[in-house]
Nanobody, 122 residues
Framework: QLQASGGGLVQAGGSLRLSCAVS????????KAWFRQAPGKEREFVAT????????YYAVSVKGRFTVSRDSAKNTVYLQMNSLKPEDTAVYHC?????????????????WGQGTLVTVSS
């Protein structure tokens, strides 16, 4: 199971940190990812961290502004979002897969949490 939190309203240029509490065996072995979906748009990839926690991969639109990390002791994955822009407004979802390898493809993730809404005002 995955439980995302940390969304909210922030002004452009501000920061937010999303958290995703993960339970079950997939935390220690599987890759985790963040996706987002804006109103009227398809779900898009944001960031992923490998099962080992060593490798990360980002969408071009967020690279250099967002950082994905994990805390094994807390079974939690984070998404630190800095320099937020109005176009970052979306519902953010965390996801997990059994494979330890990173993937940017939504259907390769079998486990999903509920979303958390991030709204960036201009």
């Amino acid at each position: 199971q995955l439980q995302a939190s940390g969304g909210g309203l922030v002004q452009a240029g501000g920061s937010l940190r999303l958290s995703c509490a993960v339970s079950g065996r997939t935390f220690s072995t599987g890759a985790k990812a963040w996706f987002r979906q804006a109103p009227g748009k398809e779900r898009e990839f944001v960031a992923t961290i490998s099962g080992s926690g060593i490798s990360t991969y980002y969408a071009v639109s967020v690279k250099g502004r967002f950082t994905v990390s994990r805390d094994s002791a807390k079974n939690t994955v984070y998404l630190q979002m800095n320099s937020l822009k109005p176009e970052d407004t979306a519902v953010y979802h965390c996801a997990a897969r059994d494979s330890s390898l990173n993937s940017a493809i939504p259907y390769e993730y079998a486990y999903w949490g509920q979303g958390t809404l991030v709204t960036v005002s201009s």
